[in-house]
Structures are given as C-alpha cells and as structure tokens.
C-alpha cells in the first residue's frame, strides 16, 4: 500500500496531464493503471475497471493481445526505428499497401505521421500546396484558394494548424491570436439544428433540404478561395458525439466536386470500425481527397497516423527538382517500424476475425439497451453511430436547459461510474461510450449498468 501511494504522490509532484485542471488532481484521489488484460484495465491497489473508451478511443481488439504482441516481439529483433528521411523499410511499405486496399476506393498514397493532429496539419499543409503548385496548368489563378470550410463544434486535434480548422470555444478561444481565420459555419447536426425552428431531428433522417440550400449558398459565395472543406464525417466525437443526418457527407462530396474543391476528411475517431464499417465514409461511398486517420490504426498499441490522397493530389507535388514542388513535411518516427508491424497485425485480426460483421449485433443491442437511458429525467438526449455513444444530461428536459458549468456533472457521473467497475471520460457534460470492438454482448450489458446507475445517483437531487 505504501508503495501505491508513492506513485501517486509522484504524479502528482512531477506529471502535468492533458486536459486537466491539475488542482483538482494534485487535491484528489487518483487512478494509477498498472496493467491490462483483455477489455480490462488493472490499477495499482488491484482494482479491475471495464475500458469502457478504450483508453481514449484507440484500443481495438482489447488489451495485451498475443498476435499483436508477438509482432512487435518479432520485429523488436530486427530493426525497432529508421528514418523514412530518404530511406524506406519494409513494415512501412507493407502497411501502406494494406491501407490502401480497405480504404475508400482512388485514395493511392500515404504519408505517416504520430498522432490525429499531425495527420491534420498533413492534410491542410497538402490541400494549400496542392493549388499554389496547380496554379501554373490552370486558366484561373488556383493561388487564390488558401481558406478553409470548417463547421462549429468540429475538433480536429491540438496543434495549431489543427487547432485553427477547429470549432469548440472551450478548447480554442484563448488561442484565436495564434490561429489563421476559416470559413466556419453550422452544420444541419440533428441535435438543436441551427435550420430549423424544431428541436426534433432531421424529418425521416434525411437531410434538410434548408439545411443543405444554406451550406451551398456559402460554398459558392466563397469558393474561389477555398483550399477545402473539412468535415468529421457522420458524427463530431470531441464536440460530444454530435450525429449528421444521412446523406450529409455525400453532399459534402458533390460540392467539392460541384465547386471544384478538396474534401478532407477527417477519419482518426471514426475510423476503424468504430462507425459499423472499417471507415465512416463508406456508408455513403465516399471518396475524399485526403482523409486522416489513427486513433485505432495500431490497435491502441503504438503512436501512429496516417494521411491519404488520391493520385490527383499526390501528381500535382510531381516535378523537377529545381521547381520545388516536394512537399516540405515529416516527422522523426514517420513510418516507425514497430508501429507499423503493430497496424499491420491490427489489420490482420480484423479480417481474420471478421470483426465488422461481428460487432453490428452488437451495435444493435447498444442501440436497444440506450433506450432506457430516456427513463433518466436528466438526459436529454442519447447519440449514437455504431459503437460510438453520447449522453448529453441537462437539467431541464424540455428547455434542454445545460447544468451549470461548475455542478461539473459529466464529470461527477463518471466518478461514479468507477465504483461500478467502469473507466469513462466525459465530454463536458455529455457521458461518452466508445468500447473496444472486441467487447463482449455480457460485458457491454455490465458497460451500460454503471452510467445508468450513475446518472440516477448523481442526478438524484436535482
């Protein structure tokens, strides 16, 4: 027990957590994971907790799986880092070929980087470059077409390039001196539509067609300086699980091309298999431009990401070496051998195991049981696309009148729901469920028990 605390008591004097207000932290008690096993995370007093966000939206097949294991043992005796800086190696090569067949069909090139944000900062840095070196094959000057389309609430990481395509006040505001100015407006999300009067969703699911009329308008307004437009496609994770009506992302496809402008897409919450299909842009044949993706890339196991583009996009950074038209970007650890072995074996699994058929009945039965969370007077309302879960929780149902800031009640729910034996984070004051794919039918019923109890508890004298 002694010793439990020393680590505690060492975090607490050395660490600075992300996403913290460390006062609080240095005057509580803390969680310290020590070990994991499966879908579990073990800390150091013993204690088991359900991953129930897989430990923040990356784990895939579950903790300290053998085959994924055994590859990076394998390859941990052969070479563990080489520079891609003017060298290649072979699991990079692997990988990206690997990538290219399950992704979105006419996405043909890689580029590795470390992480969601950095694939971002690729894809932009891309996008801009793509049209200042196009400009000479062009009547119109393509130079023009520097700004951004980016809608509110939309996260695409936390660099400042990143940071700059982002939507949400609370995490970017005090940084708006540092950020270049987008083009940002309001998508038709189902939840509080910013198109229409009612409070309801999209008629029959579909897009409005006010809501669609809107975007164009500013799509055309500004299209001769659009470098591209940005997009989360079906669901806006760090924004708290905001849904898009169907048909919405295909839209967003036929005005790039309408309008002659690059789709990004950014892929690294909702890729691999966390929307039902292995990327959320399949389920309405999409292709974009560029698309970022990681977060599950490696299986939870290594840093890694990647950004994809299409032969068009890659031909235009095609010349002579005095043009100089290379694309001037990379990262130490791009294409990381071990991590690439680590994507390699994910991928692997996911055919071996079938797992996109195998986890849609569980999305039915996630869907099913959700259902009694509406029975909870305080949540106003309940967001789901495939294994990727917000619960928003108000004070007022009918107003959707928001807790105050300070009740911290996101935050108090998922306090609670460790001592159901469950790990979540809240998004504010929406209570988020994203398991590992690898979750079991008994153990996603034993997931959905603690936030419900949860919410009861904790909202009980409100």
């Known amino acids: ?7 505690k008591d060492k975090d607490k004097k050395y660490l600075w957590h992300p996403f913290t207000q460390m006062k609080d932290w240095m005057e509580n008690d803390i969680i310290v994971v020590e070990k994991s096993k499966g879908n579990y995370l073990y800390d150091t007093e013993g204690k088991k907790y359900l991953d129930g966000i897989s430990s923040l939206w990356c784990n895939v097949h579950g ?22 800086l003017g060298l290649s190696n072979i699991p990079a090569i692997e990988l990206a070929e690997s990538l290219i067949k399950i992704a979105p069909k006419g996405l043909s090139r890689v580029f590795y980087s470390d992480n969601g944000s950095t694939a971002m900062e690729i894809a932009l840095k891309m996008a801009f470059q793509y049209w200042r070196q196009l400009s000479s094959r062009k009547t119109d000057d393509t130079r023009k077409k520097t700004k951004f389309l980016t809608f509110v609430n939309g996260y695409h990481g936390d660099t400042i390039g990143s940071v700059s395509l982002g939507g949400i006040e609370l995490f970017h505001s005090i940084y708006k001196p540092l950020l270049f ?6 998508g038709p999300y189902c939840y509080r539509c910013p198109f229409h009067k009612s409070r309801d969703r999209c008629q029959n699911g579909s897009v409005m067609e006010g809501c669609i ?4 308008k500013v799509i055309q307004k500004h299209h001769q300086k659009l470098s591209g437009v940005v997009i989360e496609p079906l669901i806006q994770g760090a924004s708290g699980m905001l849904t898009q009506p169907p048909g919405f992302v295909k839209t967003i496809r036929h005005l ?10 950014d892929e690294v919450a909702t890729g691999f298999g966390r929307t039902g299909l292995m990327f959320a842009c399949e389920h309405e044949a999409v292709t974009p431009d560029i698309m970022a993706i990681a977060k599950g ?25 005095e043009e100089k038209k290379t694309f001037f970007h990379g990262h130490t650890y791009s294409g990381n051998p071990l991590a690439c072995v680590s994507a390699l074996e994910n991928l692997k699994i996911f055919r071996k195991e079938k797992t996109i058929q195998t986890i849609q009945p569980k999305i039915e039965f996630l869907k099913e049981k959700l259902k009694r969370f509406y029975d909870l007077k ?13 619960i928003e929780l108000v004070k007022d149902r009918e107003t959707k009148e928001p807790f105050p800031y300070s009740a911290r009640m996101g935050h108090r729910v998922i306090l609670k729901a460790r001592e159901y034996g469950v790990i979540l984070r809240p998004l504010g004051d929406v209570v988020v469920l994203m398991p590992p794919l690898s979750i079991t039918l008994g153990e996603l019923k034993f997931l959905m028990n603690a936030p419900y109890n949860a919410i009861r508890e904790v909202t009980s004298g409100f």
């Open 378 to 390: 305080n949540v106003g309302d309940i967001r789901q696309v495939g294994l990727m879960v917000g």
């Open 63 to 84: 903790h300290r799986v053998k085959a994924i294991d055994r590859a990076i043992e394998k390859q941990l005796s052969k070479i563990t880092h080489s520079t891609l």
């Open 1 to 7: 027990m002694k010793h439990h605390q020393s680590i």
């Open 213 to 216: 009329s809107h975007i164009e």
């Open 181 to 186: 100015s987008t083009i940002r407006m309001p």
């Open 256 to 265: 790039c091309d309408k309008y002659d402008i690059l789709m990004i897409a």
């Open 297 to 321: 890339i490696t299986a939870g196991y290594l840093p890694l990401a990647a950004t994809l583009t299409t032969e068009k996009v890659f031909n235009a950074f095609l010349g002579k070496y």
